[in-house]
């Protein structure tokens, strides 16, 4: 009997050992992906920023730099073009109509993020 006992304790001490290292590997998993999502969209918003600084603060071909972005990078939604913090444009535009005209930086929050970052980019 306390043979069997000891048997059940350690078969149960591995399974919950199992459960925590596969619960341990998924999470580092998830986060490489949100990772490589967000260097993926760094990526993206510094090739903008390159092209807007080249053309002194105008980016005419906004589209059409966005579409070539989203397929060479992949994993991005969409890109929003916001100068002054008001987004003007969005790519693709079907299905994020309602941001337009939205002011990114009316949170103090999202200002204070934002300043940071171009100080950083500098």
């Known amino acids: 009997m306390f043979a069997a006992c000891l048997y059940i304790s350690t078969e149960d001490a591995v399974w919950h050992h199992e459960k925590r290292h596969s619960a341990s590997e998924l999470a580092v998993i998830q986060a490489s992906s ?4 967000i260097l993926l969209a ?21 589209k059409s730099q966005a579409a070539n972005l989203i397929a060479s990078l992949g994993n991005i939604t969409n890109l929003q073009w916001a100068p002054g913090g008001i987004i003007q444009q969005v790519y693709p535009l079907a299905g994020h109509e ?6 990114i930086l009316a949170s103090d929050l999202r200002r204070i993020a934002a300043n940071k970052a171009m100080i950083l980019s500098s």
């Open 98 to 103: 309602k941001v337009l005209g939205r002011d």
């Open 42 to 62: 760094l990526s993206a918003a510094k090739i903008l920023g390159h092209e807007v600084k080249l053309h002194h603060g105008e980016l005419d071909n906004f």
């Open 34 to 37: 949100i990772e490589r999502r």
